[in-house]
């Protein structure tokens, strides 16, 4: 009993190491989150240049 998981395992949970994706994976949610920052920062920028262009 000393041996025993704590917790039962799934079928198939062993399949990848915990905590490892494909690669594929990997580089799809890093190209979305450069995207989504991108957008970000153009948006702050837009704003920003609304806000002083309105102003004269």
């Known amino acids: ?17 915990l905590g490892r994706y494909p690669r594929w994976v990997e580089l799809f ?5 450069v995207a989504v ?6 948006f702050s920028v837009y704003v920003v240049y ?3 262009s309105d102003q004269r």
């Open 50 to 52: 609304r806000l002083f």
């Open 29 to 33: 949610f890093t190209g979305l989150l």
């Open 1 to 17: 009993m000393a041996n025993a998981p704590a917790w039962p395992r799934p079928p198939g949970a062993l399949r990848f190491r």
């Open 37 to 42: 920052s991108l957008l970000v920062v153009w």
